[in-house]
């Protein structure tokens, strides 16, 4: 089965500063997701990324997709508090009968 | 256009009884999946359904079972609870499957005395 390591775990930044999150398959990737998660509540989707090499920016959060290392990599600019939350990137199934695989999840705190 | 919605919010049960969760997708969306969430073994999915039928199923034992109304609702019901049943569930929908954004609920976190 696939699985997605994410790095790192957590992280804590000061408001203002640049960071990014690293998404690992241990598998082919064919596309992957990008959620955020406030402290026990639902997912919010962020983006989808299908091609290898492809970018999606929205607001301040970009991310890209690398299909040879099968990585994603989300990084943020002039972070803010609101930035504040879990991170997960969940890889896309093959079809639609196929099942949504999760990443193990950022914690990021943003101080100010 | 309203989101996901799932009921109850929050639910305590005791060991060995069970448990009902509701899911009321995004209208217009065929697909719903259930997934449970708990600090040690992060998001895992539980089952997805489309058209009142289950398409695909993780590895969690028979206790746990769902299914689809022909109004796309779906709900889940866990019997014989365990201690380790203790999470937050989440429900998602979209309108074919998991090859698509899915838009999630809030969750019910269940608590198991």
Not at chain 1, 60 to 82: C, F, G, M
Not at chain 2, 47 to 61: A, H, I, L, M, V
Request: with cysteine; net charge positive; charged share 15%.
């Amino acid at each position: 089965s696939q699985e997605l390591e994410q790095s790192p775990q957590s992280l804590i930044v000061q408001e203002g500063k640049n960071l990014t999150i690293n998404c690992t398959s241990s598998k082919t990737l064919y596309g992957l997701y990008w959620y955020k998660q406030k402290y026990g509540e639902g997912l919010i989707f962020l983006m989808m990324l299908q091609k290898g090499g492809e970018e999606k920016s929205h607001e301040k959060i970009t991310a890209k997709l690398d299909e040879k290392k099968q990585q994603s990599s989300l990084h943020i600019t002039a972070s803010q508090p609101s930035h504040a939350g879990i991170y997960l990137c969940g890889a896309l199934p093959t079809g639609t009968a196929s099942k949504l695989t999760f990443g193990t999840g950022t914690r990021l705190q943003v101080t100010l | 256009k309203a989101g996901v919605t799932q009921t109850p919010r929050y639910l305590i049960k005791t060991r060995g009884q069970q448990v009902t969760l509701s899911c009321s997708p995004i209208s217009g969306h065929r697909s719903v999946s259930w997934y449970q969430q708990t600090p040690g073994q992060g998001l895992q999915f539980l089952f997805e359904y489309f058209s009142e039928t289950q398409r695909n199923k993780g590895n969690f034992p028979g206790r746990f079972s769902g299914r689809q109304f022909s109004n796309s609702r779906s709900e889940m019901n866990v019997s014989t609870l365990e201690l380790g049943d203790s999470a937050l569930y989440l429900c998602a929908s979209s309108l074919w499957g998991p090859n698509q954004p899915q838009h999630f609920g809030d969750g019910t976190r269940l608590s198991i005395l």
